[in-house]
C-alpha cells in the first residue's frame, strides 16, 4: 500500500466503577496517523503537529512510534523502511485519553499499512506497550476502546483479556474538559492502596449491576450503579467545582457522573440526545457564570474505534 491515514478516538476510562478495567470510546476528538514508505531501514517519525512541539521524534521515546515498533519487532519487520506521520488533534492530559488514541493509530496505522497482517484485537498489546511510555502504568482502559470500540471490560490488565459489554442504543455522554492539567502520574500516585471492606462491596455490587444493565439495556440498572465509592473521593479535589458539575449533571437527569480517566475531564452518562443535550447547556452557563475555560462536546459511544479514513 502507498499510505495509509488512521483515525484513533478518545476514549473515557473508568467510567466511574471500573478503575483500570472499563472503558468506552467517544466519537470524537482523537489522533490521526499516516503511515507511508520511507526512505531508510527502520521506523522513522517524518513530522508531528498538534503537540506544540512537545512530542518526541525519537521512536523509543515517542508513544505512536514506540507501539508501532513493538508491533513491527513482533513480526520481525522492524527494519522495513516506513515513515510516519503523527497528527495531534486532542489536547494531552485531558483525562479523555490522548496518549492511548497516538498509541493505537501508531500500530494501527502500521498494521494497516502492511495489509492488516495481525488481527485487530491482537494489536492490543503493542497499544499497551505504547501508552505505557506515557504515565508509566500498563493498563488497556483507554487504548481497549479507542482500538476496538464500544465499552470494554478488562479481566485482567496482565494477559488483556478483555470483553466487549454490548453499547445501549440510547446512551450518550455530555463531555466537559476545564482547561486545568492533572498529571496522570499524580492522579494514581495519591490513590491509597487499601480499599475497605464495605467499599468493595458496594464498588463490586455497583460495576456487576453495571454490566447487567448494558446486557439488558436496563438504563435504571446503569443509573443506580454509577457511583464510585473509592476512586472519586480521593481525586475530585484535583478537579475545581467537581461537586457543582455533578449536582448539575445528577439534577438535569444524567444516569451518572464522574471523572473521565485521571481528569481533569468529566463525563455526564446519559440516556438519550435530549437529556445530553441539555447537561451540555447547564455546563455551558455554569462556565460562563464562573469564567472557567473548558471545552464541552456531546457525543455518542463509537462503536467502531480505530479505523482508516483514507
Ligand atoms: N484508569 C486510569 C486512571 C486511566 O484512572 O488512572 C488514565 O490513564
Excluded: W
Excluded at 472499563?22 to 496517523?33: F, M, T
Amino acid at each position: 500500500m502507498k499510505q495509509v491515514r488512521v483515525f484513533a478516538p478518545a476514549s473515557v476510562a473508568n467510567l466511574a466503577v471500573g478503575y483500570d478495567i472499563l472503558g468506552l470510546a467517544l466519537e470524537s476528538p482523537g489522533d490521526e496517523v499516516v503511515v507511508k514508505i520511507g526512505t531508510k531501514p527502520g521506523l522513522t517519525i517524518s513530522k508531528i503537529t498538534g503537540d506544540g512541539g512537545k512530542l518526541p521524534y525519537d521512536i523509543e521515546k515517542n508513544t505512536a512510534g514506540f507501539a508501532a515498533l513493538q508491533y513491527l519487532r513482533s513480526i520481525g519487520k522492524d527494519q522495513l523502511p516506513i515513515e510516519m506521520e503523527i497528527h495531534k488533534k486532542m489536547a494531552m492530559g485531558t483525562g479523555l485519553g490522548s496518549s492511548a488514541a497516538s498509541a493505537v493509530a501508531g500500530v494501527f496505522g502500521v498494521n494497516a499499512y502492511l495489509g492488516q497482517p495481525v488481527g485487530k484485537e491482537d494489536l492490543l498489546k503493542f497499544c499497551v506497550e505504547g501508552e505505557q511510555k506515557a504515565d508509566g502504568a500498563y493498563h488497556a482502559d483507554n487504548v481497549a476502546p479507542s482500538l476496538l470500540g464500544g465499552i470494554i471490560l478488562i479481566r485482567s490488565n496482565e494477559t488483556l483479556e478483555i470483553t466487549q459489554i454490548p453499547v445501549p442504543s440510547d446512551l450518550y455522554l455530555s463531555m466537559v474538559y476545564p482547561h486545568i492539567e492533572v498529571l496522570t502520574s499524580e492522579s494514581r500516585a495519591i490513590l491509597s492502596e487499601n480499599v475497605s471492606l464495605l467499599n468493595m462491596i458496594a464498588q463490586t455490587g455497583n460495576i456487576a449491576t453495571f454490566i447487567a444493565g448494558c446486557y439488558e439495556s436496563n438504563y435504571d440498572k446503569i443509573g443506580q450503579s454509577l457511583t464510585d465509592v473509592i476512586i472519586e473521593p480521593q481525586r475530585a479535589h484535583l478537579i475545581s467545582g467537581f461537586y457543582d458539575y455533578k449536582e448539575i449533571a445528577l439534577n438535569n437527569g444524567a444516569l451518572g457522573f464522574s471523572i473521565s480517566g485521571a481528569g481533569p475531564s468529566m463525563f455526564a452518562l446519559c440516556k438519550g440526545k435530549d437529556t445530553a443535550d441539555n447537561i451540555l447547556e447547564q455546563f455551558a452557563q455554569y462556565l460562563e457564570e464562573n469564567r472557567i475555560k473548558a471545552d464541552i462536546f456531546t457525543s455518542k459511544v463509537n462503536t467502531e474505534g480505530a479505523k482508516v479514513i483514507g
